[in-house]
């Protein structure tokens, strides 16, 4: 359970509750050792990361350039993982592949907590007519089903990595605005914040010391948890033809070219499939893992 | 209150989120760099097209005028007509629709005939190897792009095994065999991406629930277990289950689009992706437009029966 | 009381639950012994054990977590050597129970009806118009006003009095001979708290049945049953009749418990609590668990655990301090 902020007198500056929320991160941490689940998805998570910084010394061919006289070939001693069918080796544009997932773990995770908070926790936090309005925007962003948001965003937007970054990030801040809105409610309602209250402390001061350090770890937890669907969106993004254009080596559009030839070289179709699992798998553990440790009320859901 | 004017205050509830939607929609076309004329006609169009095209679309008028415009014809069923297939967008979908009920309704069924078993025995046998691989495949099956395991079940059973069709759509009306086995793959995929969450879910609920008092009590009557449980307990964690399970059935109509444009099978998803390729923007509004109409109402609907199945809901 | 045969021996009965914390021992060697026609009161404060072993008597204790040791007869028969499908017949059928919280209790979304035939009908093999028959009798002797429309309700349109007599009602359809009260009035106003005890006994009385009453509190066992057993950290510390136990209570823990609680019409100043607090369950103390908190505890009561001893006739005592006196 995560104790409340009780430095209310003291007025602990942004600096105790951060230092304190580190402080519990870190035990977080040593506990996630414990964990067998988070651990393995640390590691995977961890491996793919460093995949992708360390793309071009891991990368054994230009991920780019294809060898028009081996196409399609199996795996052997040059090409690792066999060559597509440009005759560009599969390993190198996997693991450059993995720099994407990265990317728009870097980027989409922080940008949906910072909406969260800021189309969340505030409208939540103050109540009355801005959260109404709030309510109903949301309703209506919710109301656009799944993937077709993010091809309607797209469809303005264009394709490119950016704008699929975009799209995502818009698409994925309703669930999290509404979570953050829950969270801030809840809290609200306890006594620490009505003792600020009483104490006169602003209501600003009160939501930005207090309370938001108390939600950040549900909020963490959740954040990385949606972080596997968002990867799953963002490959079946790629795998429809829109994101980066070819020849970037993204997985889902190397599904995509690697339909043409199931059957003649089915193994293409494979890895980057694999790899996309693996990298999910791997983030979703993690998130149940930080769930455990972090919040465990948010446990069996 | 009576349960007709909850239902009312409920209608009346929705219909800001949906003028939201429809002004949502509507703004599709306007953001999009250009303007909405060159977006419609090809580049080379002369002089008295476009004022043609202007004058029809009314994209002379001021935004608000043009949005009651579409509005209005909206509401009465029309919603324009396509660029590419010079048909009225309301025929499309009206020809789609369906085909993607189907394939969302098959992929719904697949996935509780393996996620209801699986979660109540899960719960009821916990901390048992059954309880593990239960949870352990749900968090598999959570991590499973779609689109990879179409494309590896379409290599198993259509390329390798050649048990089954592996691309396109037959009518249930023109043979009811073909229909459904040009179904099985699609709507097996499309239920695979839904089992892990489903299988969780009821594993939780149901947790919950056989943990409640009253679970003790028929166990001191001398009941036995499997009535316990497969009735007296089931039918409480039915109700939160039952609603989680409608609406993402609702969200499901709209996230068919990649495993429509795997398997070739002709239904909204797809009739929007194609829109997209070929920016025919009155289709792609028409399409998220009935999609989201879709969805609310859906929910709306699950909201009320909700209320009507729980007979501990008191309506204030 | 005239005391019919002996229907339920629970001899040296022990349950430990085996937890990720550790192991912790709920109930201790309890010893016990009920006829028909007797009713056993058990008092203690929560967590001493009370409730684990009264469903132990019905083999209701989760298994995996628990361990159930000791002998357990009812009308003669080993409850624990009995298959699950014996199980079922005995419960229910020859004794039934009856738990705190009436409206948790009580499945919410089935009607009173069907939640009482169940078990009508499962024992009894009687049809769906004779089960409802059968359970509207029920419902009219514990004294629910209109019974044949209550059938149809659901338990959250009844108050919390008449959950309870329902309760009672659905533990007496199959005509158990042992009816065990958890805690029955606990969660109910002081007014029909009265009421409910009243029935209970009426009940025993009247059908010739055993009773074994949970509670806290002191006075309502003391007022509904003629033998009290007061336990403490999962043991027994003190047995014998209402009226010895009551008027002259010797264990000091029951001494404590007696001068604690209110009594309903008695003013006073202020509440005598008994020092210290209950004991974690998971680290009881060595010896007496209760020496911490005695004030007449020696240096032998943090060693060895006191026995039951009958320092008077039909009155047994575990403590080191309270020595047999003549009669």
């Not at chain 1, 007025?11 to 035990?27: D, I």
């Not at chain 2, 009320?304 to 007979?311: A, E, G, Q, R, V």
């Not at chain 3, 039934?96 to 409206?103: D, G, V, Y």
């Not at chain 3, 009260?181 to 025993?204: F, K, Y």
Request: net charge positive.
């Amino acid at each position: 359970m995560s104790a409340p902020n009780t430095s209310l007198l003291e007025a602990a500056g942004w600096k105790g509750s951060a230092a304190r929320f580190f402080k519990r991160l870190g035990t977080g941490m040593i506990r996630l050792s414990e964990s067998r689940i988070a651990l393995v998805g640390l590691i995977l998570t961890l491996l793919v990361v460093v995949a992708a910084i360390f793309a071009p010394v891991l990368a054994t061919h230009d991920p780019i350039k294809g060898d028009y006289l081996n196409i399609n070939g199996p795996s052997s001693r040059e090409h690792f993982l066999g060559t597509d069918n440009l005759g560009r080796d599969i390993w190198s544009r996997l693991v450059y592949g993995a720099r994407n997932a990265v990317l728009v773990g870097i980027t989409v995770v922080p940008a949906g907590m910072f909406m969260g908070i800021l189309l969340g926790a505030i409208p939540g936090f103050y109540g009355g007519r801005l959260d109404n309005i709030m309510m109903r925007i949301l309703d209506a962003w919710l109301a656009f089903p799944g993937l077709i948001l993010f091809l309607a965003l797209l469809a303005v937007l264009g394709r490119g990595l950016w704008q699929t970054i975009v799209a995502l990030i818009l698409g994925g801040t309703p669930g999290l605005v509404r979570l953050t809105r829950g969270l801030v409610l809840s809290e609200r309602e306890r006594d620490y914040v009505k003792a600020a209250k009483l104490l006169g402390e602003r209501d600003l001061r009160i939501l930005f010391r207090q309370v938001i350090p108390n939600v950040s770890s549900p909020l963490i937890v959740v954040s990385t948890i949606r972080l596997g669907g968002t990867l799953l969106i963002f490959a079946g993004l790629t795998f429809l033809g829109l994101g980066p254009p070819p020849p970037a080596p993204s997985w889902g559009l190397m599904l995509n070219e690697a339909r043409s030839l199931m059957e003649t070289a089915p193994m293409v179709a494979v890895y980057p499939g694999l790899a996309i699992f693996i990298t999910v798998l791997a983030v979703n553990l993690l998130g149940d893992g930080l769930r455990d440790i972090l919040d465990p009320r948010l446990a069996e859901k | 209150m009576s349960f007709r004017r909850f239902i009312i205050r409920r209608l009346l509830y929705v219909l800001p989120t949906m003028i939201l939607v429809s002004i949502g929609v509507f703004s599709i076309l306007q953001l999009i760099p250009g303007s909405p004329v060159d977006v419609l006609l090809p580049v080379d169009a002369d002089q008295e097209t476009r004022q043609a095209t202007i004058k029809e679309f009314g994209f002379d008028l001021p935004l608000p005028l043009q949005y009651l415009r579409w509005v209005s014809r909206a509401v009465r069923g029309d919603l324009g007509h396509s660029i590419l297939l010079t048909k009225p967008v309301s025929t499309i979908i009206a020809e789609a629709l369906p085909r993607t009920i189907y394939l969302a309704l098959g992929g719904m069924i697949i996935s509780l005939i393996i996620s209801f078993p699986l979660g109540i025995f899960a719960a009821v046998k916990r901390k048992t190897w059954v309880d593990y691989t239960a949870q352990v495949s749900a968090l598999a099956g959570l991590s499973l792009p779609a689109f990879w395991a179409a494309l590896m079940l379409m290599l198993l059973f259509g390329l390798k095994l050649k048990w089954l069709p592996v691309v396109g759509y037959v009518a249930p009306g023109e043979n009811f065999g073909g229909f459904l086995v040009h179904l099985i793959l699609p709507a097996f995929t499309l239920g695979l991406e839904m089992v892990g969450v489903q299988t969780r879910m009821t594993r939780s609920t149901m947790l919950e629930e056989l943990n409640k008092d009253y679970v003790q009590t028929h166990r001191s009557q001398g009941l036995s277990e499997g009535r316990i449980v497969g009735m007296y307990t089931l039918k409480n964690a039915m109700i939160p289950t039952l609603t989680v399970v409608s609406l993402r059935f609702a969200a499901l109509l709209g996230g068919t689009a990649v495993i429509e444009s795997i398997f070739a099978w002709p239904g909204i998803g797809q009739m929007i992706l194609n829109g997209i390729q070929s920016k025919d923007y009155p289709v792609i509004q028409g399409g998220v437009l009935i999609l989201s109409v879709a969805f609310i109402f859906i929910n709306l609907i699950v909201d009320i029966l909700y209320k009507w199945l729980d007979p501990r809901i008191v309506l204030e | 009381m005239s005391a019919g045969r002996e229907y339920l021996v629970i001899k040296d009965l022990s349950v430990k639950f085996y937890l990720r914390a550790g192991v912790l021992s709920a109930v201790s060697n309890v010893n016990l012994t009920l006829k028909t026609g007797q009713t056993l009161g058990v008092v203690g404060e929560s967590g001493c054990g009370k409730s684990v072993m009264s469903r132990s008597i019905m083999r209701l204790n989760p298994s995996p977590p628990s361990k159930t040791s000791g002998l357990v007869l009812l009308d003669g028969e080993d409850v624990y050597a009995k298959s699950a499908k014996e199980m079922r017949k005995i419960r229910g059928a020859k004794a039934a129970m009856i738990f705190q919280e009436p409206m948790t209790s009580l499945n919410p979304v089935f009607t009173i009806g069907s939640q009482m035939t169940a078990g009508i009908r499962e024992h009894l093999k009687l049809s769906k118009e004779q089960a409802n028959e059968r359970a509207v009798g029920l419902l009219g002797k514990v004294g629910i006003p209109s019974p044949a429309e209550r059938l149809k309700q659901y338990p959250h349109e009844l108050s919390g009095g008449m959950r309870q007599r329902v309760m009672l009602a659905t533990a007496l359809s199959c005509n158990p001979t042992l009816l065990i009260a958890d805690e029955p009035t606990t969660a109910l106003d002081v007014t029909i708290q009265a009421q409910i005890l009243d029935l209970l006994r009426d009940t025993i009385q009247t059908r010739g049945m055993a009773m074994i009453l949970i509670s806290h509190n002191l006075y309502v066992v003391a007022d509904a049953c003629d033998q009290i057993c007061v336990m403490y950290a999962g043991r027994q510390v003190e047995l014998g009749t209402s009226e010895d136990i009551f008027q002259h209570p010797l264990h000091p823990y029951a001494i404590g418990l007696k001068n604690s609680q209110p009594k309903i019409g008695h003013k006073t100043e202020f509440l005598d609590p008994i020092q210290g607090m209950v004991p974690n369950m998971l680290n009881v103390p060595p010896g007496c668990a209760f020496h911490p908190r005695c004030d007449q505890a020696g240096a032998i009561c943090s060693t060895e655990i006191p026995k039951l001893e009958e320092i008077r006739p039909g009155h047994w005592v575990a403590c080191h301090q309270v020595r047999p006196q003549a009669a």
